[in-house]
């Protein structure tokens, strides 16, 4: 036989030799078992695929959140080691508010007695003036009538807030027709202008002003405020109330 002959048989014996996989994998396992029982047929384990791929997500998840939680503890850190984050308080365990200051505990409200500004032709209006200081101030109230007025009570009250004392008062109105007072009453300093008998308000816009020192640094007038009573010529009163800002 010639030899390419023998090699071309050779070459069609081994493309049409087709190797037995069941075979191959029953050898494998007796070999791995060491030759004893019966061969079985090695297939791969396809109901536990699942299971595995769900363990594998949950374990990835859980990593996710550890690096997380590492995360936002190291960043509450502040390069501080042993600190931890705190959670936000609950509603049944927040924190207590804290406490209101002297000026604070003013209620505007209750002390104007539900007083406006403004009552039929009565308006009033109370700003702590710009040129005051670090050690003085001066409270101006202003009172605008568009009739004349037969009587006429304005109160300004000042905070007692740290250092108040009065240093004095004016108005731009007559001062013979009015009387004026300056008393401390139940933690305000407080100015009182009483138009006398007999006299009268014109309509227009007036001013009334009280002087103060107080401690070092900016005073918060938030506390202060003023009244008016009046009656007009006509007979009808007329009442206003306004509490102090700054530069308003």
């Not at 769900?54 to 042993?82: N, R, W």
């Not at 209006?125 to 006429?152: C, F, I, K, M």
């Amino acid at each position: 036989m010639k030899d390419e002959e023998l090699s071309g048989r050779l070459r069609d014996a081994a493309e049409a030799h087709r190797p037995d996989r069941e075979r191959m994998l029953a050898r494998v396992e007796r070999g791995m078992a060491g030759g004893h029982g019966p061969a079985r047929t090695v297939r791969p384990p396809r109901a536990a695929l699942p299971w595995l791929r769900v363990a594998g997500a949950t374990a990835a998840v859980c990593g996710v959140l550890a690096a997380g939680t590492f995360a936002v503890t190291s960043a509450g850190d502040g390069g501080t080691h042993g600190r931890q984050v705190a959670a936000a308080p609950s509603a049944s365990k927040a924190a207590p508010s804290p406490s209101p200051s002297p000026t604070a505990a003013v209620t505007h409200p209750a002390a104007l007695g539900g007083l406006r500004p403004e009552d039929g032709p009565l308006w009033t209006g109370g700003v702590v003036d710009p040129h005051s200081n670090a050690y003085w101030a001066q409270s101006n109230v202003t009172l605008r009538t568009t009739e004349p007025l037969s009587s006429l009570t304005v109160e300004l009250r000042i905070a007692l807030t740290g250092g108040v004392n009065s240093t004095g008062s004016w108005r731009s109105l007559p001062e013979a027709d009015f009387t004026v007072s300056a008393t401390e009453d139940g933690g305000y300093l407080v100015y009182r202008w009483t138009l006398r008998t007999g006299r009268t308000v014109p309509a227009g816009t007036h001013t009334f002003a009280g002087q103060y020192n107080h401690a070092e640094g900016e005073r918060d007038a938030t506390g202060d405020y003023v009244t008016a009573h009046a009656v007009r010529v006509s007979g009808r009163k007329a009442s206003v109330g306004d509490r102090f800002g700054q530069d308003r």
